[in-house]
C-alpha cells in the first residue's frame, strides 16, 4: 500500500514541474590536436618566416543556462571562453652574400619561441531530452540526457604571415616590438575576427540534488574555420550551478 502511494505520488508530481530552470557555472575541455605550421615570403634579397608551433587540448569556463518548461525536452545555452597556448618564431633574413640562398648565419631578425595564445568565445544552443529518468521527487536523481543543436564561434587569429603584415604593416623587416605588438593584436581581432556557426550532439548525466545539478556531457562539435585544419571535434562539459 506505501508503494503504491508512492507511485501515485511520482505519477502525479511528474519532476519536470520541479525543475523548471538551471544556471551556473560550465567548464569545458577541447579534444584538439593542432599541427604545427609555417609560412614564409621571399622578395628579392630578404625573406621572412613564420614558424608556429601546434598546440594540444583547449580549456576554458563559461556559463550556462536551461529551461524545463516544455515537456520531454530542455532548452539550453552554454558560453564558453576556451583557449590554449603555443608558441611561433618569427625570423628575417638578408642575403648578404647575394647568392641566393638563406642561411642561419644571415637571420638579421628573429624573435625567438614567443608565446602566444590562442581563445574561441562560443555559444551553444542545445535542445536535450531525458532518455532515462532516475529521478525522485524533491530529493533528485540521475537523468541520461541526449541532445543536438547549434552553435556560434568568434576564433582568435592564428600566428600567420598576414597577421604580422597587419601588425607591422607591409614592410615586415622593421623591428619586432612585443608591447606594441599585443596592442595591435587587439585591433586586428576586432577588425578580422569572423563569427562561425556549427553545430553538435551531445549525451550525458544530470545529477540533481534538492536545488543543485551538475550535469556532465561528451560533445562532439562539427564546425569549419575555427581550428586550423580541424573540421569536428569533441569536448567534454561540466555545468555546475542551481535548478530551480
Ligand atoms: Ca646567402
Redesign the pocket.
Known amino acids: 500500500m506505501k508503494k503504491l502511494i508512492v507511485s501515485a505520488f511520482i505519477c502525479l508530481f511528474p519532476v519536470s514541474v520541479f525543475a523548471i530552470a538551471g544556471f551556473g557555472l560550465n567548464v569545458a575541455y577541447d579534444q584538439v590536436i593542432v599541427n604545427a605550421g609555417s609560412d614564409s615570403k621571399v622578395s628579392s634579397i630578404t625573406e621572412v618566416r613564420i614558424l608556429r608551433n601546434g598546440f594540444e587540448n583547449g580549456a576554458g569556463v563559461g556559463g550556462f543556462l536551461y529551461l524545463d518548461v516544455i515537456p520531454y525536452i530542455d532548452l539550453e545555452v552554454d558560453f564558453q571562453f576556451v583557449g590554449n597556448t603555443y608558441q611561433f618564431d618569427f625570423q628575417n633574413y638578408l642575403?648578404?652574400?647575394?647568392?641566393?640562398?638563406?642561411?642561419d648565419n644571415?637571420m638579421v631578425v628573429n624573435t625567438g619561441l614567443t608565446d602566444f595564445a590562442w581563445a574561441r568565445g562560443s555559444v551553444y544552443y542545445t535542445v536535450r531530452t531525458n532518455l532515462l529518468d532516475l529521478s525522485v521527487p524533491v530529493l533528485g536523481g540521475v537523468d541520461l540526457q541526449a541532445g543536438a543543436g547549434m552553435n556560434q564561434h568568434i576564433g582568435a587569429p592564428f600566428m600567420s604571415l598576414s597577421l604580422m603584415e597587419s601588425l607591422l604593416g607591409e614592410d615586415l623587416f622593421e623591428e619586432f616590438d612585443e608591447e606594441e605588438m599585443a596592442n595591435k593584436i587587439l585591433d586586428y581581432m576586432q577588425e578580422n575576427s569572423e563569427t562561425v556557426q556549427g553545430f553538435h550532439v551531445q549525451a550525458g548525466l544530470q545529477f540533481k540534488i534538492l536545488v543543485l545539478t551538475a550535469l556532465l556531457n561528451v560533445r562532439y562539435t562539427i564546425v569549419e574555420d575555427l581550428y586550423p585544419d580541424i573540421s569536428a571535434f569533441p569536448s567534454i562539459n561540466l555545468n555546475i550551478g542551481l535548478g530551480i
Open positions: 642575403d648578404s652574400n647575394v647568392d641566393g640562398a638563406f642561411d644571415e
